[in-house]
T-cell receptor
């Protein structure tokens, strides 16, 4: 069964460093998302991406964040200068298009620890 | 703004003891209500999508129902492997999640 994959599973970085989180969505899906979950809190929407551009972003997704689909299979989230409060699980999700394809399928997540 | 509230926060049952989890929502227009299962340290795993009041969906020991203001996830004769956090979310592209219900099934 097709699934969303994410790398790395765990990333440790120093405050102020740049990190890139990588995702391979389900092939033939057209909508891509990033969410985050701070330990013990709700899953929060960060950004949605369709047709090579951001379609919606949350207040959390400020200028320190960017997303890219560099090729036909990968979808990345970059944090330019990490802060302690960026420590969280980051989930990538993908969704098909067309009738009956409203479901978002999530990857296993990347645990980001900022020291 | 869409809001989702789940109750209870935590529920502990004996194996075989049926119960229900609640998800109350406030939306300007329901585009879909989603149930996910999340194991510790893992990503949300899709269970059900519901679109309109009166709709029901079933999978093994789980059944999800929907009214105009809330959804229930009924679990019948649960087993220890059903222990997880169950998440409810609403939305179309931007999903708004509830806090989740942490379900523990004791053998």
């Amino acid at each position: 069964e097709p699934e969303v994959t994410q790398t790395p599973s765990h990333q440790v970085t120093q405050m102020g460093q740049e990190v890139i989180l990588r995702c391979v969505p389900i092939s033939n899906h057209l909508y891509f998302y990033w969410y985050r979950q701070i330990l013990g809190q709700k899953v929060e929407f960060l950004v949605s991406f369709y047709n090579n551009e951001i379609s919606e972003k949350s207040e959390i997704f400020d200028d320190q964040f960017s997303v890219e689909r560099p090729d036909g299979s990968n979808f990345t989230l970059k944090i330019r200068s990490t802060k302690l409060e960026d420590s969280a699980m980051y989930f990538c999700a993908s969704q098909g298009s067309g009738r009956g394809t409203d479901t978002q399928y999530f990857g296993p997540g990347t645990r980001l620890t900022v020291l | 703004e869409d809001q989702v509230t789940q109750s209870p926060e935590a529920l502990r049952l004996q194996e075989g003891e049926s119960s229900s989890l609640n998800c109350s929502y406030t939306v300007s227009g329901l585009r879909g209500l989603f149930w996910y299962r999340q194991d510790p340290g893992k990503g949300p795993e899709f269970l059900f999508t519901l679109y309109s009041a009166g709709e029901e969906k079933e999978k093994e020991r789980l059944k999800a129902t929907l009214t105009k203001k809330e959804s229930f996830l009924h679990i019948t004769a649960p087993k220890p492997e059903d222990s997880a956090t169950y998440l409810c979310a609403v939305g179309a592209q931007k999903l708004v999640f509830g806090q989740g219900t942490r379900l523990t099934i004791n053998p």
